[in-house]
């Protein structure tokens, strides 16, 4: 903290859109060597922390800022707003956490859009009282002649990098440790040397799947025949592959680098750290590969299941594809959300 | 949109195997079987090739419908390329309801390389099928 | 070492050992008729006019608010005197959890539901997945409860030890009108000294490893399971848990200590605790067990109104008997209110529907602590105020310091427990049907109510979080700081700290990320003139 090393400190700026903050959280789990950061790094805007003001961000020079940590996803007019002021006032702009990367858990909103989200929230919530359907406004003037505004709210969720270029992203609903600890490596040998790794890189995670990573043992060949709903399987081995023992897990279409936690307490894996380079979209991905995998029999003795009737009750047991295979990255794919229905004609 | 005049042509992206859909296709050409021209076709060596990725692919670009055509169960060309094939269109099939496309607009056919007269007969009535469903709703993006 | 023992010894107003060395301002006693001497060392240098151009309203929007979770936005409306007439409390953020988690599997919703907030997902998850023991009519075996509630001690240390030393601590080291640029955990620990922070860091780090070791992760835990735990605690890991237990218990006890000797200690700071600007009645809302006592994980709901009486008492499934939701237009979060008494505006008293909840409001409604040193300083608490219910904002800040000592008992105690490592964890499960989970958030009470169909799929779902049913509160604690500070269109840095403070006790979580690191919150405020251009900057 204050130390001066010899070298220039870099100004360093956080900002957070469409988050539930544990982006940040997770950031103060290197511990103590958050105070290396703040030793190389001269904090320039940190909502959360830091004096800071919208305006002082616009009378920032372009470029002055060397690195911005973006978290959270894009979903009203203010983020986007942000997004592109930060982008031209950031030398770098790296996608922080699953949100800004591919859309995270916010992007789930794209199975719905603003009018059904207000219908719920604003009027059928068991709770809410509202007769006359009173809804947030962009913009109005109170009875006492106040002028007020909110930002506009999207029908249509975005990760950052479909705002603005991103030049780097650091995957992980939140970035684990040792992800984490690679961010601020990067950092500190961008203070030391200068160097930056290749733009659109990956920061802190493997291009292998989860697989490579998690301890469990995999049996060769292996069909699944059964898919269990988490509740219905009581004991878990806890040596054995999860997706081997009937419990669908995300880590064959899913970047490495998390340390596979979700399996260590035997849950399974549901995608928070995103597709590998090698994957267009991750939940085509996942469909695929588990597709493969399904049936009753091995591979030499599938003659006889070759109507949709047949692999019907096989397919029953995949619950809800969209909401496990994009759980984390639905405005990212190739879809991009729900077509909901017109209500008129 | 404005094609109230014009009937709607349905776009179809086609994607079949080398060995049995293909060549059924061909046949319905040497044949002078009548088509519908609505289907762009692609080969590719056995259905199993196909990546749902493509369809999601066709899908996001505007296509009205997918048809993907392979070998009936029991005799694909790589032994057990069909079986994956079917379960992950039929998976696939039902995702696509989930993101409020009409599964539908997502066709799968078995077409040995003898069958060319059948080739043409879905194919019709998949366009046919198209054109009542109307435009996809990606289309509007 | 020094700054280290000053602080940990009880000395008297421990003023900030190094530069600094004006005293905190006592504000008001009275409200209207406070003046804020300029302080030295603020950014505000510049001389304020007397009076205002001629013309209509002034304006002065605060956007963004910060050192809370998320983007929030004070917009203040003067009226002809310069006097404050009506103050806002924007919350620009919505995301639509009660939307999109139709559809899915109900199993699935405890995963999801903890990205409603970054700092605090172990309630989310608590009562996610107590609502689906409840929708799977499943009852978890006793071990899995303690195994849970063990797990959710943790938790609150991390969360409740973060909010102290990184958001309230730096209002009170330096102090509140200290300048901007040192009012955050990095001034801090400028002054006093690295090894606290190291320590607070250490020890926020043993609170995570627990909650790691059957969580998974310490940031949106998986492990909750209709009926259970997904995992058990092995004989080793009960060691490692104990022994951090242990520690964290140490350091909760020097927790308290800490805020008695910085705060309690000093003058300046109790007159503004007391004071009145920080200052609300309305009802309270909490949890308490079988013996009325404090509990986080499960107990009966309860409400006392503003003069101490008990006004209801309910299980948690209860909840839609008691609580509706208002909705302005000028705010995306709505507003919690008591339906037995009726929505009638921010205001306090007996009269409103508003109430309270989070960590004062807990020991409000409670008769005590369960743990012998958390009892204590309970009681310490309520002497100093002498009655009870207390309605003085700050002691929020008091009350959750010892809610963290309770947290550290309970959590030694679970894990004393020669249950805590059995391997009966789960139970078996029901037809799906409805359910509802309540916890006590850090933040709050918290329900989460799920309907599910015959496939288990979501099909509906209610969720109360924690900082919304003090959304209320919080507009009415601004609008009055507001009230009482500003006057004859004077305004400064200062008055503009002071404001914050009074959102900032109620630790809220927009957003969840206040809690990462401390600081101050940086205000912009803009006066604007009759025509709308920019009269008057002021910045801190």
Redesign the interface.
Known sequence: MGEEKGKKKIKLAFYWAATCGGCDVATLDIEEKILDVVSIADIVLWPVAMDFKYKDLEAMAPKSIDVCVWNGACRLSEHEELAKLLREKSKVLIAYGACAAFGGIPGLANVSNKEEIFKIVYQDTATTVNPDFVTPQEELVTDGGDKLTLPEFWNTVKSLDQVVDVDYYVPGCPPQLDTNLAMVGALANFVATGELPPKGAIIGASDKCLCEECPRKREEGKMIERIYRPYELKEVDPEKCLLDQGLLCMGIATRGGCGAKCPSVNMSCRGCYGPSSQVRDHGAAFLSALASILGKKTETEMIGEGTAEEVKELLDQVKDPLGTFYRFSLPISMLKRVQLKEKKG | MATEKKEFEPLIVGITCNWCTYAAADLAGTSRLKYPPNIRLIRVMCSSRINPAFILYALSRGADGVFIGGCHPGECHYIDGNYKALRRIELLRRMLDQFGIEPERLRLEWCSAAEGAKFAQVVTDFTNKLKELGPSPLRSQ | MDRLKSIFKKKEGPKPPVGETKPPVAEEKKPKEVTIAPKTGTVWTEEKPKAAPAGA?K?IVI??I??????GKI?I?LNDKGDV??A?F?V?????F????I???V??VP??V??????C?WPHHMAATKAVDAV?K?EPPEAAKKLREMLYCAHYMHSHQ?HFYALAAPDFVPGPTAP??ER???GL??KVG?EL??EV??H??YA?KIQ?M???????P??G???GW??ALSPEERDQVEEMAKKLLDFSKKTVDIFDSVVLKNKDYVDIILGDTYYHETYYMGCVDKNNKVNFYEGMVKVVAPDGTEYAKFEGKD??KH??????????L?F?YL?GVG?KGLVDGKGSGIYRVNTLARLNVANGMATPLAQAAYETMYKTFGKKPVHHTLAYHWARVIENLYAAERCLELIQDPEITSKDI?A??GEPGEGVGYVEACRGSLFH?YWADE???AKK??I?VATGHNNGAICMSVKKAAQSLIHNWKVDPGILNMVEMAFRAYDP?Y??????????????VDIFDSKGKIYK?L??
Request: one cysteine or more; aromatic letters at 6%.
């Open positions: 309203q304006e956007n963004p910060t050192r809370l979770e998320g983007h917009s409306f007439r009506e806002y924007q620009p953020e919505l995301r639509g009660e939307r999109f988690c559809g899915r599997p199993e699935e995963r999801i903890p990205r409603i907030c970054g700092v997902p799977f499943a973060l901007a640029a955050n955990v990095v620990i400028g690295v922070g190291l860091i250490k926020r780090g995570q790691q059957l969580g998974g992760r310490a940031t949106h998986v492990g399971l209709p009926g997904s995992k909840y839609l609580i509706g939701e208002h909705v302005e237009p000028w705010s995306y709505k919690p339906k929505w789960r078996d499960v109510h496939n288990g799929m779902l209610n109360l979580c957003a969840c990320a206040t809690h990462t690191l401390p600081g101050k919150m940086p205000l912009e900057r910045e801190r």
